[in-house]
């Protein structure tokens, strides 16, 4: 028996050292995995961090100005004259913008000369003083010459009152025209009153 159970016990002090070395083994695994866990779940939240760190882009507030538009009265006999407020993001935006103006009126007794037409450029030269327009007329906006007139007037008055502006050029579907509807002539370019 002595023998066996020096066996056995030699058997048991075996195994007890290898349990023990697999264990230290698996403990220096884990003690691993921990520390590589952490970092793992560190680096997701340093980019969300710095994503949302990134400024956003501001939009500039808008510019609120104050012009003139004209308009014809109901018996297309004179202009109506109504102040407007335009939105605009820089000053050079106020030109187009003013004669946009024009296509539109919510008083009954001002009517909008130029609801039928479309502005294809509108372009200022700031170092020459000219603005260059280009229209295209729609059916609606071919009137008798009083409205021709009027047409006209309200074109300059509301060009003119930019005093920056010299000089005005106004084309017809990209041409020079001798008149816009056939009444009136046209001078080419419009020079701003004295």
């Not at 048991?12 to 697999?22: D, E, G, K, M």
Request: proline share 7%.
């Amino acid at each position: 028996m002595n023998k066996t159970s020096r066996l056995v016990q030699g058997a048991l002090l075996v195994s007890a050292i290898t349990l023990s070395i697999t264990a230290c083994g698996q403990k220096s695994q884990l003690s691993g995995a921990a520390t590589t866990a952490p970092q793992a779940t560190s680096t997701p939240i340093a980019t969300t961090t710095a994503q949302t760190i990134t400024p956003k882009p501001t939009v500039a507030p808008k510019k609120q100005l104050q012009v003139k538009a004209y308009y014809s009265d109901q018996d297309e006999m004179k202009l109506v004259e109504k102040v407007v407020t335009l939105s605009v993001e820089k000053d050079s935006d106020a030109y187009e913008a003013a004669l946009k103006a024009l296509q539109k009126s919510d008083d009954p007794k001002a009517i909008p000369l130029f609801d039928d037409l479309k502005f294809t450029s509108v372009k200022f030269d700031t170092v020459k003083g000219e603005m260059k327009l280009d229209l295209t007329f729609g059916p609606k906006t071919q009137l008798g010459a009083p409205g021709e007139e009027l047409f006209l007037q309200a074109l300059k008055k509301t060009i003119f009152q930019f005093p920056e502006v010299k000089t005005l050029y106004v084309l017809k579907d990209g041409k020079q025209v001798d008149s816009l509807m056939g009444h009136l002539e046209l001078p080419y370019p419009i020079k701003r009153p004295n």
